[in-house]
């Protein structure tokens, strides 16, 4: 599953494994408003903590959209009238004006992306053309218009553009303006017409994408009955955690009950996408846990790591394929620090996830207590597997050892819990005492002073953070005996990768 996140004027919307199941990517997505519209200046691109913290993931995968793309037009030199980013206007739709991209930008931006070796979707404006009635309704087609100007000076210049997103929060009732099913559909097929027409002759064609909606199931299933033949990626928004302003975000990321509230949306369209003969498959376009940009020292904290990681493992299982962090940097839920650059410890957390959980998900069978989160992937780009826990327990440690199953090839982990109410001290071996097939590498995720509010991430007890030059922290294991439990100290994450567990589906 690949990673994804945000740079964009705030507020703005913005990463599965089952046993032999299809493989999934987790994709970390940015949402870039201010920079389409010129909002950020270019020397925040040129920034090295940012180009380096996109560089990690190898590849980072892009989301530009958001909020405002549905008001924003592409601008060609020689248009008439002046080219203007978007400003307050509280009378106006969304609270906004009519913002505009100009080339140039566009230009500046795709230079960008391919020096940090960023894949790219962009979010096309859906109601260019069209009026929203009292109601929020839009009725009539999509005008294309000028979606075709941006999307021929794309092909001209020769940008690599992996997928087109046509619209933002428009599904089911919407979020300030509102498209049937069937005319969603019915402009789908315009865009795919398009494409169709300007990628002519390409061996590849990018992606088409739909709805970037919150999910609502008869309106998903009825539009996705009508795109069966045109449509690559159904894509839906989740924010799980309710209003960022709530006061009750970290009890919440601490509830058992409250982070598989989720679980029926993914389980829902996953059965829609199964049943209805479609070969598209489902992304999570954009989350950030708390809506209206999120919530200072909770979605851009160490405690966040918790509801993030939770929801990337349970999204995976329901064969979600991509999972679109809002925000990389930005609002209260920022990857990134606004300020400075600086990872927050979801960074660091997204990023562990990227490198080590693979395509396949396989079954965890687990009985211990319910405040200890465990998930297990075939290990990424290596042989074996890898094992997340989640311990949302403040007073206790808990104490995991693990065994196997290769049911029908499936695999399951067989985790057997002991809890105890003590402090654990990170122990390793020395290298090369053991054999390397008796030894697992650990990954310990704590906030410094154990603060759930901190936004410093220890790694095995070492603090993470960029050096001088903004290189990124190298993210080194621990290794472990085989024989001896996995330690999940209270309110921490870990990772544990078995290098030589032999699991069929992982072969």
Known sequence: M???????????PALTTTSSVPPWIMALLIFVTMALAGAMPLSSLCNRILLNAIKAFSPLKIRMGGT?????????????????????????????????????????????FKRAGAVVTFGLNALYGRTVTSDGSVHGPWNSSNAEILLRYTVNKGYSIHGWELGNELSGQGIGAKISA????????TLQNLLDDI?????????????????????????????????????????SLGA????????????????????????????????????AVAWVGEAGGAYNSGHHLVTDAFVSSFWYL?????????????????TLIGGGYGLLNSSTNQPNPDYYSALLWHRLMGNNVLFTNFTGTNKLRA???????????????????????????????????????????QIRSRKSKFSSISKGSIFDANIREEYHLTAKDRDLGSQIT??????????????????????????????????????????????????
């Open 2 to 12: 690949g990673v994804c996140s945000s740079m964009g004027r705030l507020p703005l």
């Open 68 to 112: 405002l793309q549905d008001k924003l037009i592409y601008h060609v030199q020689g248009d008439g009238g002046p080219c203007k980013p978007h400003s307050i206007n509280g009378s106006d739709f969304l609270g906004f004006s009519q913002g505009c991209l100009p080339m140039s930008r566009w230009d500046e931006l795709n230079a960008f």
């Open 182 to 189: 069937q005319q969603y559909a019915s402009d789908i097929k």
């Open 199 to 239: 990628y002519a002759g390409f061996e590849v064609k990018p992606l088409i994408l739909a709805p970037g909606g919150f999910f609502e199931a008869n309106w998903f299933q009825d539009f996705v009955s009508h795109t069966t033949q045109m449509l690559q990626v159904v894509t839906h928004h989740v924010y």
């Open 244 to 279: 960022g302003a709530n006061d009750n975000l970290i009890s919440r990321i601490l509830d058992p009950s409250y982070l598989n509230g989720v679980a029926q949306t993914f389980s829902t369209l996953e059965s829609i996408l199964k049943n209805s003969g479609t070969s």
């Open 310 to 326: 939770d929801q990337l493992a349970m999204a995976a299982t329901y064969n979600t394929k991509t999972y679109c962090r809002q």
């Open 375 to 417: 998930y297990s992937h075939c290990s990424k780009n290596s042989t074996g597997v890898t094992l997340l826990l989640i311990n949302l327990d403040g007073n206790t440690t808990a104490q995991v050892h693990v065994s196997t199953e290769d049911i029908a090839g499936n695999g399951t982990l067989i985790l057997q819990p």
């Open 458 to 507: 220890l790694l095995n007890g070492k603090i993470l953070s960029v050096d001088s030059s903004g290189n990124i922290p190298a993210l080194n294991p621990i290794k472990v005996s085989m024989s001896d439990p996995i330690l999940v100290a209270s309110f921490s994450v870990v990772f544990a990768r078995f290098p030589r567990m032999n699991v069929t589906a992982c072969r």
